[in-house]
Nanobody, 123 residues
């Protein structure tokens, strides 16, 4: 069983930054997803087990950066230039079967999920 602990959400103004953290009980390929009120959960970003491959949704490319600290088994999502449309519950997830440089944008590839952390961007 993989344990995930998320932190770093909060309420900020447009243009501000936040960093989300997700501590896992091991090293895995991981992703971030988000779900806004009344909408389906959507892919945000993912990072490979090795850490060299990262992918982003078009809506966050250039503003968000995913990274990992393998010594701490933690993945981060640095979110800059936040917009009101970034408001959502953010979830980290583990793809426990992936190794090397593979990543996935598909929810179905992820088998463990964090509890979610709220990010609110409002003036």
């Amino acid at each position: 069983q993989v344990q995930l602990v998320e932190s770093g959400g909060g309420s900020v103004q447009p243009g501000d930054s936040l960093r989300l953290s997700c501590a896992a009980s091991g090293r895995y390929a991981m992703g971030w997803f988000r779900q806004a009120p009344g909408k389906e959960r959507e892919f945000v970003s993912a990072i490979s087990w090795g850490g060299r491959t990262t992918v982003y949704a078009d809506s966050v490319k250039g503003r968000f950066t995913i990274s990992r600290d393998n010594a701490k088994s933690t993945v981060y999502l640095q979110m800059n230039s936040l917009k009101p449309e970034d408001t959502a519950v953010y979830y980290c997830a583990v793809d426990s079967s992936s190794r090397g440089g593979s990543t996935s944008r598909s929810e179905g590839e992820y088998d463990y999920w964090g509890q979610g952390t709220q990010v609110t961007v409002s003036s």
